[in-house]
């Protein structure tokens, strides 16, 4: 009879370890919010990103209608880990190619056609969607009140 208890208890184990890391270690992140603009009107619909200078990590959020944002490390965890971050931001229809904001009559799972990806213009200039070439950072601080504005130029 013990031996079936011995399976039930590695399941335990695992799970617990699957649930916690390998480490038990927490993720530290802090608030960082912020606002997009272009040209002084709000950018609603885009998408923002903040790549760790020296890291591989990256992090996303979406503007609402007033052009703000609120980062997350994920759907359950606010905020990020605090760091020096390179930023980029693009509309929803420049990631038309990869599946999101799709020209009208598009068939999923069809590839889209050059022509109709050139009809979806994009609201963000094409300088601020690679946060190498953008020109924007963000210095997310323990105890900063890590609140960005972002004034993009149309030019």
Same mark, same amino acid.
């Given at each position: +009879?013990?031996?079936?208890?011995?399976?039930?208890?590695?399941?335990?184990?695992?799970?617990?370890?699957?649930? *916690?890391?390998?480490?038990?270690?927490?993720?530290? *992140?802090?608030p960082?919010?912020?606002?997009? *603009?272009?040209?002084?009107q #709000?950018?609603?619909?885009?998408?923002?990103?903040?790549?760790?200078?020296?890291?591989?990590?990256?992090?996303? /959020? $979406?503007?609402?209608?007033?052009?703000? @944002?609120? +980062?997350?490390? #994920?759907?359950?965890?606010?905020?990020?880990?605090?760091?020096? $971050?390179?930023?980029?931001?693009?509309?929803?229809?420049?990631?038309?190619? $990869?599946?999101?904001?799709?020209? /009208?009559?598009?068939?999923?799972?069809?590839?889209?056609?050059?022509?109709?990806?050139?009809k979806?213009?994009? +609201?963000?200039?094409?300088?601020?969607?690679? #946060? *190498?070439?953008?020109?924007?950072? /963000?210095?997310?601080?323990?105890?900063?009140?890590?609140?960005?504005? @972002?004034?993009?130029? #149309?030019?």
């Amino acid at each position: +009879m013990h031996g079936n208890k011995r399976p039930s208890s590695l399941c335990g184990v695992i799970a617990s370890l699957l649930l *916690t890391g390998c480490g038990g270690s927490e993720i530290h *992140t802090v608030p960082a919010i912020g606002r997009v *603009t272009l040209g002084g009107q #709000s950018v609603g619909g885009a998408v923002i990103g903040f790549a760790l200078v020296d890291g591989i990590e990256a992090y996303n /959020a $979406y503007t609402d209608a007033n052009g703000a @944002f609120s +980062m997350r490390y #994920s759907n359950s965890i606010e905020g990020i880990p605090p760091g020096e $971050y390179r930023v980029s931001v693009r509309s929803l229809s420049d990631l038309a190619p $990869y599946g999101l904001g799709l020209p /009208a009559g598009h068939i999923p799972g069809q590839p889209i056609k050059r022509e109709n990806r050139k009809k979806i213009p994009s +609201m963000v200039p094409y300088r601020y969607h690679d #946060s *190498t070439k953008s020109g924007l950072t /963000a210095s997310v601080e323990e105890d900063g009140d890590n609140d960005f504005v @972002f004034a993009l130029q #149309s030019k």
